[in-house]
């Protein structure tokens, strides 16, 4: 058996050149790694998924202009069923309603969208 003493190991000599220059090369990978790590941003949270930066409405619907003057009248108003959004109610049902009185009203001038539209604003 042979001890770590016995065995000849041919090591080439030390330069110091070299030493130097890989200590500089460790060291600016080093900085850079830690210039890197200050630079990174922060993951983004998962609110920040939901949460939009702007708002932007997707369907740009603009109110139409109407030629003529119009009135809705409070009885008109009052025939529309309040809705709340309550697990018992139906929306279904109640764009129906809304839909059905929209269809009795006939005003001049003004189409049935722009009425439908004003109308569901006073609601």
Do not use: W
Not at 49 to 71: C, I, L, N, Q, W
């Amino acid at each position: 058996m042979h001890g770590r003493h016995s065995l000849f190991l041919d090591l080439a000599e030390y330069i110091s050149e070299i030493e130097c220059s890989l200590s500089r090369t460790r060291a600016k990978k080093r900085e850079s790694k830690k210039e890197m790590a200050e630079e990174q941003i922060p993951p983004k949270q998962l609110k920040d998924y939901f949460t939009p930066a702007t708002y932007d409405s997707p369907t740009r619907t603009r109110m139409p202009t109407v030629t003529g003057p119009f009135e809705l009248k409070h009885s008109l108003i009052q025939m529309v069923r309040s809705f709340y959004g309550l697990e018992s109610e139906n929306p279904f049902k109640h764009v129906d309603a809304f839909l059905k009185i929209c269809s009795s009203v006939f005003l001049n001038n003004i189409t049935d969208d722009a009425f439908r539209l004003h109308f569901f604003l006073c609601l």
